[in-house]
Structure formats: C-alpha cells, structure tokens
C-alpha cells in the first residue's frame, strides 16, 4: 500500500483480556519494526522482523507480549493478559532494508486497558 | 546500548533560525536519524547522517560529528508549521539495526 497501515486505530479492552494489534507495512519493505510510545516520550523499541524472521526481540517488555510476521508482510503483535501498564499508543514502521533508517511509521493504535 | 540526550522545549520565533542538538553514548553507533511528530500524528522521517558533516534538505539541515558524539537539526525560515515534536534517533551497527529514540524536543514557533 501506499503507507503503513494499522488497526484499530484505537482499542479499550479490560484488564486481562488479550490483544491483537495488526501492521500492513509499505508493499516491499523488507524490515518491519514495532515500538510502543508513551505521551510526552520518544518511541521505544519492541521488537523487529527482516522478511518473516524475527531479528531481535530483545525489547518487548515480558513473556506476554509476542510478535509474528508469517508470510513477510503483515504482522501482529499480540499481548496476552493485558494490565494497565501496557496502555499505551503502539506504532509500527516499515523500511525498505535493514540499512536503510528513514522509517516510514503508521498511524498506530492506541490501546487503553481498563 | 545506546542514550540520547537532547532538550525538552525550544521556542523561537517565525523566519528565525532554530538549532536542535543531540548527544549520544552508544556502542556500535551507526548513524544520526531526525523524526518530526506533529500533536497527533505519526513520527515522519527528516534525515539521515551516517558520515560526519551537513546534510542539507530544503529549510532542515542535519550535522553530525562522530568524534564529539554530537550532532544537530538546524530549521530556518521558521514557519508556524513547524511547531512540533523533533526527535534524534541512534542506529546501531552490527545485528542491533533497529533505531533507539530520544526523548524529543518540543519546538514552539510564536508569531
């Protein structure tokens, strides 16, 4: 497509409840890229896929968080019993190659746990 | 890892010239992004430094010196517009590619 692509654009989900939260990347990005972001704060990094293989995960928060990439394209970062802590605005991005760091970055999803 | 330090507010005035600076530590550092975010919206990509000295794009400027850990965003021609959030973002060499963020600097562009 002509950008990144996520939805929902915004998800309220009790306390937990898991989650799924999808990212449709530029058609012919190799890299995709998750990072979570507080208001007021930079985007700090979760996790990251060259093609369908996950590259470093070494950011996602706890064993309840979880990132695929099946086919290379579409990705989905699930998060299993949701708590309040993990409210936040979660954004995707999308590079041509693993060199290349102008990241072209989706609207994101907010996720607020009630 | 890596840390980025950069101001939390600046504020100037339209068609002034504004400097944003960033230092960095980092451990197999690779390169200098520049993102701007409007109130909002998505973080969108302004530059890229992977060499020392000035890149020049249209009003932006980004600078970069490996040796002093430090770069800058320079915007001139200051527009209303331009008010926003700028964040410097660290790359990594090695199998670390991702990039880490600042904290960002909120720039205020008065009448």
């Known amino acids: 497509g002509a950008g990144v692509s996520q939805s929902p654009r915004y998800k309220v989900t009790k306390r937990g409840q898991d989650v799924a939260l999808r990212c449709d990347p530029i058609s012919g990005h190799v890299s995709l890229y998750w990072y979570r972001q507080a208001l007021g704060q930079g985007p700090e990094f979760l996790t990251y896929f060259n093609y369908e293989a996950q590259q470093d995960k070494s950011g996602l928060p706890n064993d309840r968080f979880s990132a695929e990439r099946p086919e290379g394209s579409i990705s989905t970062l699930t998060i299993q019993r949701t708590e309040q802590r993990d409210s936040a605005m979660y954004r995707c991005?999308?590079?041509?190659?693993?060199?290349?760091?102008?990241?072209?970055f989706g609207s994101g999803t907010r996720l607020t746990v009630v | 890892g890596q840390s980025l330090e950069q101001p939390s507010e600046v504020t100037a005035v339209e068609g002034a010239i504004v400097q944003i600076n960033c230092t960095y530590q980092?451990?197999?550092?690779?390169?200098l992004s520049w993102y701007q975010q409007h109130d909002g919206g998505a973080p969108t990509f302004l530059s890229y430094?992977?060499?020392?000295g000035l890149e020049e794009t249209g009003r932006f400027s980004s600078f970069l010196s490996r040796s002093d850990s430090y770069g800058y965003l320079l915007l001139q021609e200051l527009q209303m517009k331009d008010s926003a959030s700028y964040f410097c973002a660290g790359g990594s060499s090695g199998s670390a590619r991702q990039l880490t963020f600042g904290s960002g600097t909120q720039l205020t562009v008065l009448p």
């Open positions: 430094n992977a060499l020392d």
């Open positions: 980092t451990s197999g550092f690779y390169g």
């Open positions: 991005a999308s590079s041509l190659d693993p060199n290349n760091y102008g990241y072209t």
